[in-house]
């Protein structure tokens, strides 16, 4: 019903540049969503109701939202945003295809904020920060071997390889 309201107003206001958090039920609406230009920003694991405004939590909300043509994007509410590739990578194992479970984190936020046309994806002109990973980003036993920054590499180091390698060898 609250999703439904969002779309309304939208509707009524459409040069209104809407966002929808969480939205668990999100897929029940799937094609208004899209139909509405609506994007949405949601936990692709939240899959346990926690209310009654989420009888119809499901893994498949990403999947289902993104087959309807919904903008989605990958965001939960922790200090664990390192998590996100790995929410991402459960989204594509639940349906979501693996592009959009990519862009989910990329070019879909840089959407959001109106900023795609300097970040968000590897083009001519465009302000990149790159990532070499030892395989598939969304497989959470890969890592980052190389991250450039503004062009330069940065020192893979951090708390707890300095800490691995101090007690390596005891």
């Not at 206001?13 to 897929?27: D, F, H, M, R, S």
């Not at 920003?41 to 993104?66: H, K, M, Y």
């Amino acid at each position: 019903a609250d999703i439904r309201q969002v779309i309304a107003l939208k509707q009524r206001q459409p040069q209104l540049n809407v966002v929808i958090t969480y939205a668990t039920e999100g897929w029940r609406v799937a094609k208004e969503l899209a139909d509405n230009n609506i994007s949405v920003i949601l936990d692709p694991e939240a899959n346990l109701p926690f209310g009654f405004d989420q009888l119809g939590s499901t893994l498949r909300n990403a999947g289902r939202l993104a087959a309807a043509g919904v903008n989605v994007s990958i965001g939960m509410e922790t200090h664990n945003i390192r998590m996100a590739r790995q929410h991402a990578g459960n989204a594509v194992a639940n349906g979501l295809s693996w592009e959009l479970g990519l862009a989910a984190l990329t070019i879909n936020v840089a959407e959001l904020y109106g900023i795609d046309d300097t970040l968000g994806s590897l083009e001519a002109g465009k302000v990149a920060d790159v990532v070499v990973w030892s395989g598939d980003p969304l497989e959470v036993t890969e890592t980052a071997e190389l991250v450039l920054i503004a062009g330069k590499p940065i020192k893979m180091q951090s708390r707890q390889s300095k800490l691995r390698d101090r007690y390596l060898q005891l």
